[in-house]
């Protein structure tokens, strides 16, 4: 199968590469190909006739968006318009990757794929305004909305916590109230393979089973790497951001369920398969 991938060389992007290394790639992302730039996108769509589309590329600095809404827009929404109208012009189905920060995190249970959405961060605002645009303007699409993701290049909380964690200091202050579904590339990129059988249309949640505080994920992740600093849980209050965090970030797998699809691995189990497979360089 012929697979472009946008953001090919980010964290879940070389994820996918690993992945799906049997099949004839091409990795989309700067400086090759800028997903806001029609001619760009066209080229590299044009010239590679792909089959499937995996679009990861994004502004992924929550924060940065903040503080940045014109490149947010620009490249979550905008960009996100720019491949889904290449790939429906090409005839390729299209997975593109979404976000728990379409949801408040105000509501006491799971997100369903049915629940209203109701971003509250020019990051979430504009993942969503990217998802609109992929319904509008290719029809054969997937949209899978993942939370808490790490890898084996960073950034992400994984890595924060191994680099504070090796580091000699007083006990490091995590937050302890707010909640969610860690998830390794893997196991997305599992998913997205599951997908490429069994297409499913529409939105997704494709988040690891289980949950966990950002505090008990650090704990879990001191324990597997056997980093011996102290962790005290502390509260969202006591660590202000520029973007507000969502309190519950934990994502309803409820139409994996309905398709009679395999769960996603809980997300102990994910952690554990990514600590033995020990950093492999990707
Ligand atoms: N990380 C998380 O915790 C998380 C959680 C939920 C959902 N997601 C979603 O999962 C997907 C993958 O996330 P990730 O963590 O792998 O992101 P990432 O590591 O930031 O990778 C995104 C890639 O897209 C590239 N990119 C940015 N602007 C581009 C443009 N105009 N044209 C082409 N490529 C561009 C980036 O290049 P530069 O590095 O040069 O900018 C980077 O290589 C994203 O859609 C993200 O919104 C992530």
Redesign the pocket.
Known sequence: MKILI??G?????RTMQRHFGEHDLLV???PE????NVLSVNNAMSHFNPDLVVH?????NVDGCEADPDSAYK?NAL?SAIVAMAANRAGARLIA????YVFDGAADRPYTEFDQTSPNTVYGSS?LAGEDAIRVHCPDHTIIR????YGNTGP?FLHTMRKLGSEEGSPLKVVDDQIGNPTSTDAVAGLIERLMEQPVPGVIHGSCEGTATWFEFAKEIFEVYGLKRGLVPCSTQEFPRPAPRPANSRLDKQVLRMVGMSSMPHWREALTGFVMQGGRAE
């Open positions: 946008t953001g060389k980010g964290m879940l992007g989309a992302d700067l190909v800028d997903i806001t990861c590329a994004a502004m992924t490249i960009g990757i979404s976000t728990d993942k993942i939370a808490w993701l992400s």
